[in-house]
């Protein structure tokens, strides 16, 4: 990776890759407006940023820039056959993205949106094939974070996979968002922690009933509530097997791993984690445990390293620090790390989708 040191608004340019990077720091409520002005005319120009939303930090381009998605996918090292999300600011730009939405969607999204929920429809003319893997079907949201929105009025839809090297744990923090981009992309907006931590859920509303692709930060029962219908959940979507075709980011490539082996114990029992540890144990394996805070104790004076993710009673917190945990791991010197499970309910389901798709080994 890319080594230098970048001061706010100053060039900077990546040893290894060669590309200078911008960087920026903004107030994530009340951007400089200056700033976005300067970062609206790049994007446009064809340069690829890298911005925050309220999920997770997004690497975005132009829909009206082909040449500037292709410029993603090689920064990011990602299969040209995993599709990209279209980042919208306003109702209006779904009449270019779009077509034949379905009256449940506009239903939807006037109680959701701006929000963590992305829709798979029936792509419009201007979303070009480079966005889209080929496929005839558009992934669409509406982020809720000011930044993203002002940026989106400027630029109009951004195409954006979220802003790590493919295969990573997706970035939270500005530590992340360096780490993995810069040197790799033209622009970097820095607005500090993103507020879920965890992306957006996809529902596919192009197949009746509508199906959930990726669990996120907008629970299903939510989703299912407002409809008044069921949303299909598949072991896809669990995160137990991989798709063979991606229709959405996140189905078909292993994702959100670290480095290090993980090990994810699906019984919810703190002692049959126990149990794991003691058998790396035996092994001389250094162990890592991912636990909740309630479950500490029952770790200590046992394994070398504990992550706590967070309190089991508070699922949103867990979603929260669990990229950072999973990044974590790579830098504490574990030979193997060993993860609780979480409860599949409202965003524990993406919780355990996450953890399973991380992990290189299922105990259930």
């Known amino acids: 990776m890319a080594r230098a040191i970048c001061i706010s608004g100053i060039e900077c340019c990546g040893v290894e890759t060669m590309v200078l990077t911008k960087l920026f720091r903004v107030d994530a409520l009340y951007p400089d407006p200056s700033i976005l002005d300067v970062v609206c005319r790049d994007v446009l120009s064809g340069k690829i940023i890298v911005f925050p939303t309220e999920t997770v930090y997004g690497l975005g381009a132009s829909i009206y820039r082909p040449e500037a998605i292709r410029r993603i996918f090689i920064a990011k090292n990602r299969p040209i056959d995993n599709p990209l999300i ?25 109680l ?19 966005a889209t893997a080929g496929l ?3 992934a669409i949201r509406m982020p809720a974070h ?3 929105e002002k940026l989106i009025d400027c630029t109009g839809p951004l195409a954006a996979p979220s802003a790590n090297i493919s295969g990573r744990p997706s970035p939270t923090t500005s530590h992340h968002i360096l780490t993995d981009m810069f040197g790799r992309t033209d622009i970097i907006i820095d ?11 996809i529902v596919d509303f192009s197949i009746k009933p509508p199906r959930l692709l990726r669990p996120g930060a907008m629970p299903i029962e939510r989703i299912t509530e407002i409809l008044g219908i069921e949303v299909t959940v598949t072991d896809v979507s669990r995160g137990y097997v991989e798709a063979e075709e991606a229709l959405a980011p996140g189905m078909k490539y292993r994702h959100y791993a670290p480095s290090t082996p993980l090990i994810v ?15 790396l144990r035996r092994e001389r394996k250094r162990i890592a445990v991912i636990t909740c805070r309630e479950n500490v104790e029952i770790y200590q004076g046992i394994v070398d390293k504990i992550i706590t993710v967070g309190s089991r009673e508070n699922l949103f917190e867990v979603a929260k ?34 953890l399973r798709k991380a992990s290189t080994k299922i105990i259930l």
């Open 86 to 110: 279209i980042h919208i600011s306003r109702r209006e730009h779904l009449y270019e993205t779009a077509v034949d939405i379905p009256d449940a969607v506009w239903r939807l999204i006037e």
């Open 112 to 130: 959701v949106w701006p929000g963590p929920l992305t829709l798979v429809l029936k792509g419009g003319s201007a979303v070009p094939p480079e």
């Open 136 to 138: 005839p079907t558009v």
């Open 146 to 148: 000011p930044v993203a």
């Open 191 to 201: 607005a500090g922690d993103t507020i879920f931590g965890i992306e957006s859920t």
């Open 265 to 279: 114990v699906e019984t919810r029992k703190p002692e049959d984690v126990l149990k794991v540890a003691l058998s």
């Open 321 to 354: 620090n669990l990229f950072t945990t999973l990044r974590e791991l790579d830098r504490l010197g574990v030979d193997i790390a060993v993860a609780e499970s979480f409860p599949e309910k409202g965003i524990g389901l993406a919780i355990m989708n996450r």
